[in-house]
């Protein structure tokens, strides 16, 4: 875990392509002190990042992004309004790619879609 203490995995499910894995924040987590004082603020790259570490659990590899190609950040993650949140990733594996499609929610609330192409790395 590149960021310690930030998350915690609460339930993890994969089924063949699809994995749905259940995250707790830690809302007193240094990141969000600077991310904004008094009104924190999940920032875009550390979810990015937690879906890429969940990622390298499903498939057993270590994975580098290559390439975004749609980001989208469709609501505020407040980690003292919502600290619980939902990631449905579908998984494709080609040799040494490995492609996802996200979405992250939180209640009924759709916060972020993710479509990412990853290298495997050694």
């Not at 990015?48 to 980001?71: H, M, P, Y």
């Not at 993650?77 to 040799?95: R, Y």
Request: proline share 4%.
């Amino acid at each position: 875990m590149l960021i310690e203490g930030l998350y915690t995995v609460r339930d993890f499910q994969l089924e063949g392509k699809n994995l749905k894995a259940s995250i707790h924040l830690n809302n007193n987590h240094d990141i969000f002190k600077g991310h904004f004082p008094g009104n924190p603020v999940m920032p875009g790259v550390c979810m990015c990042q937690i879906i890429k570490e969940l990622t390298e659990r499903a498939v057993s590899k270590n994975l580098f992004l290559s390439v975004s190609s749609n980001i989208k950040f469709m609501a505020i993650i407040n980690p003292d309004k919502n600290p619980d949140l939902i990631l449905n990733i579908t998984i494709n594996e080609e040799e040494d790619i490995v492609k996802i499609k996200n979405v992250s929610i939180f209640d009924e609330t759709v916060a972020l879609k993710l479509s990412a192409t990853f290298k495997v790395i050694a």
